[in-house]
């Protein structure tokens, strides 16, 4: 009996997990894409509906349409989520499915200089966007976590760089 309420605890705890996970892939692949929104309206897009706090972290910043002190020059726009536990397969199929998705979200092209792969990098890629935008998403791991992010350069991004 004592085992069976373990393992049953332990079955909802993995079943929990994977829950934060979709949730916070799908979070991010609904709103992550999609210019002209501020960090507010991300933010309460992506929480539960009886406004509870996001189980997973949201960083998200737009110079476009708000100051972002501190934050490198060569990028104008940042949305990530991150959550607990190695869900990168899931994420990158996710993630591929999107960009393949009308409106298609840009081409592979080569990784700007600004971006480079990270220790537990699963996925990152350049995708060349319209007026010569070029975007990064980028799919991992670090310190147990799972993280997908995209980043979106402008046009005069190598400018930029320091």
């Given at each position: 009996m004592i085992r069976a309420a373990i393992i049953s605890l332990a079955f909802a705890g993995a079943a929990?997990?994977?829950?934060?996970?979709d949730s916070a892939i799908a979070s991010f692949n609904a709103l992550c894409f999609t210019a002209g929104k501020t960090e507010v309206q991300v933010r309460t897009n992506?929480?539960?509906r009886d406004g509870a706090p996001l189980p997973y972290t949201l960083i998200f910043?737009?110079?476009t349409?708000?100051?972002a002190p501190g934050m490198p020059d060569a990028i104008e726009r940042r949305c990530?989520?991150?959550f607990e536990g190695d869900h990168t397969d899931a994420a990158i199929a996710a993630l591929?499915?999107?960009m393949a998705t009308p409106?298609?979200?840009g081409s592979a092209t080569a990784l700007p200089g600004t971006h480079s792969a990270t220790a537990g990098t699963a996925f990152i890629e350049g995708r060349a966007l319209l007026r010569g935008r070029v975007a990064v998403v980028h799919v991992g791991t670090r310190a147990d976590q799972t993280f997908m992010a995209v980043d979106r350069l402008p046009a005069d991004w190598e400018s930029l760089v320091q």
């Open positions: 929990m997990a994977n829950s934060v996970a992506m929480q539960a910043w737009d110079k349409l708000a100051p990530e989520v991150s591929r499915d999107k409106p298609v979200f």
